[in-house]
């Protein structure tokens, strides 16, 4: 029984440690370029960050809410987060608040790419209708 306990603790950490969002070196070029044109680097808001750790109180549910799209790696995150809940909240909530960051500054490096300022301008009209 323990060595299951120690295998399954051991899989949720390294999936912890892997499922963290991160840029690449286009994306963290591109953000040079778009706080240089006058822009937050997370200027489209597509997760929201203070939601993403709010949710991460539930064991899981802020990596849940950051899954959608192109972050699937979040849903196994979650599902670490919960077999390890009430001690995932420790880093859970950091971690959601950083990931949402993450994950608008990769938008927004993203409509750059695409379209330049204009394209920007565009995604933030449709994340701040929705």
Wanted: glycine share 8%; proline share 3%; charged share 25%.
């Amino acid at each position: 029984m323990r060595r299951q306990g120690l295998i399954a603790c051991t899989l949720a950490t390294s999936i912890i440690l892997t499922g963290c969002t991160s840029l690449s070196s286009l994306e963290r070029e591109t953000l040079m370029k778009v706080v240089a044109d006058g822009y937050e680097e997370d200027a489209v808001k597509r997760k929201d960050q203070t939601t993403a750790a709010v949710l991460n109180i539930l064991p899981g549910v802020g990596n849940f809410y950051l899954a959608p799209g192109d972050n699937n790696e979040h849903i196994w995150v979650g599902v670490a987060n919960l077999l390890l809940w009430p001690i995932s909240i420790t880093w859970g909530i950091p971690e959601a608040a950083i990931d949402a960051k993450t994950i608008n500054k990769k938008e927004t490096a993203q409509a750059y790419i695409r379209g330049g300022t204009k394209e920007i301008d565009k995604q933030q009209r449709y994340y701040d209708n929705k």
